[in-house]
């Protein structure tokens, strides 16, 4: 299991603080940091100020991404992210959020979502998705190698 940060973009104070309390309580002794709008995401995978200290702002292992953010909409970031020509490009990144529009879900995938998961309406079922998602995001699932590493050449 990976001890890097899960990054939780989330602009809602509400469903924040559930989706914080839900992954605290499986103790997974990883690190859950909470950005609010999509610029600041932008901002923390760039390394820019206030977040260029790797060591205290280290690259997350996954980013849990809402759709509606305030400067900079969760799409916008998933495709800044996806056309990152760093290792950036790798990090997993799950849309959370309570759309369930089609039009939504076939977006994020034409953008690079890993995966597209809506939130749950009661704070038992918030609790098996948390579950759910550490289980597989942070138990079975590979990492890609976000410092470097070799890629394969984009396919044409």
Not at 48 to 58: G, I, K, L, S, Y
């Amino acid at each position: 299991m990976t001890k890097e940060p899960v990054l939780l973009v989330e602009d809602d104070p509400s469903d924040a603080r559930l989706i914080q309390r839900a992954f605290s309580k499986l103790e997974l002794g990883v690190p859950m940091i909470r950005l609010t709008n999509g610029d600041e995401v932008v901002s923390y995978l760039s390394g820019e100020r206030p977040f260029d200290n790797r060591a205290t702002h280290p690259l997350p292992s996954l980013v849990l991404l809402d759709i509606k953010l305030p400067r900079r909409s969760g799409f916008e970031v998933l495709q800044w992210v996806r056309r990152q020509p760093s290792a950036l490009n790798r990090i997993p990144v799950v849309m959370l959020t309570s759309s369930r529009h089609s039009v939504d879900i076939n977006r994020a995938y034409d953008l690079g979502a890993n995966s597209y998961l809506t939130k749950p309406e009661t704070a038992s079922q918030l609790g098996d998705l948390a579950q759910k998602v550490q289980s597989y995001w942070l138990g079975l699932n590979e990492f890609p190698d976000l410092h470097g590493g070799p890629s394969l050449p984009a396919r044409r």
